[in-house]
């Protein structure tokens, strides 16, 4: 069986399965991750109250799909520029050489790469990584100079912080690809992160410590916070709640944006309330039912 996303020109996804094993041969033999359909190869049909789709045929194997003819792109040149400058601002020296050497070395991955899955809360755009690191960066800086927590870290301390902000959702990378999920999406991305971060193992340990490094791979591994592997150290659990932060202000944005508002100020929240909690129907506060929320709120 095969299995992922069908995108049309304007980002509109839908998720597509195969049982056909000559087309599904036709991927793995030719080694592409993308297709051109047309509308008599697919069939669109209604599935737990959602539409799918049955991949019937193919027109074309492609293994030049640009990502950016189907859906918005946000700027990576842009992002990378202010990335850049806020690590050189928020780390030491080797803290600052080492994190730019890691994203330059994954530059071209990360240009296209996504934060959350298309369709998903916060920036399932191409280039959408990078925008939502630069974003936490940005929350980082504002915390760094605000709270006492924060200041009394040493420099070192506060370079794990950022790195693993920056690092946090590297297994993006490979976890989809032109706005489809992969064959090793099997795997969450929190562990093809730590996958992604041991080819440097050796230059981060070099530049500090081991004991460094676990600290990174805690963060990458426990950046979820209470909706999945709880943080067992401060750095994990900061980069969980600046990482919970983007989610729910982005979520929150696309809600407001859907609902064609152009002013905000006298809506309640019960007017909109927001999809990416799941609440008790006989329960009209803001809490979480059972105390846990839909995964989906964080990437």
Not at 116 to 142: C, F, M, Q, S, T
Not at 242 to 252: E, K, T
Request: glycine fraction near 10%; charge should be negative.
């Amino acid at each position: 069986m095969l299995q992922g996303s069908i995108i049309v020109r304007g980002g509109a996804s839908i998720r597509f399965v195969c049982f056909d094993n000559l087309i599904v041969s036709q991927f793995k033999d030719n080694g592409v991750s993308s297709i051109y359909v047309s509308d008599g190869d697919v069939t669109i049909q209604d599935y737990n109250g959602g539409l799918s789709a049955k991949l019937e045929g193919i027109r074309g194997l492609s293994a030049d799909y640009n990502p950016a003819e189907f859906m918005e792109v946000i700027d990576p040149s842009k992002n990378a520029h202010e990335i850049g400058a806020l690590v050189r601002k928020l780390m030491t020296e080797k803290g600052a050489q080492l994190t730019l050497h890691m994203l330059s070395d994954r530059g071209k991955d990360l240009s296209v790469a996504m934060a959350a899955l298309y369709g998903g809360y916060h920036d399932g755009k191409v280039g959408g990584l990078l925008n939502h690191i630069r974003k936490l960066l940005r929350y980082a800086e504002v915390a760094m100079a605000e709270y006492e927590l924060l200041n009394t870290m040493s420099p070192e301390e506060r370079d794990l912080v950022v790195l693993g902000l920056v690092v946090h959702d590297f297994g993006k990378m490979l976890e989809l690809k032109n706005g489809a999920y992969t064959d090793i999406s099997i795997v969450p991305h929190t562990y093809l992160g730590i996958e992604i971060i041991s080819k440097y193992k050796d230059l981060i340990e070099q530049t500090y410590n081991e004991m460094f490094y676990r600290e990174l791979q805690a963060i990458i591994l426990e950046h979820h916070g209470e909706f999945g592997e709880r943080p067992k150290t401060v750095y994990a659990y900061l980069v969980h709640v600046i990482d919970l932060l983007d989610s729910r202000v982005s979520g929150l944005q696309r809600k407001v944006e859907g609902l064609g508002l152009e002013d905000t100020t006298n809506i309640s929240f019960d007017d909109y309330r927001l999809q990416f909690n799941r609440y008790n129907e006989s329960n009209t506060g803001s809490y979480p039912v059972n105390g846990t929320e839909n995964s989906e709120t964080v990437d």
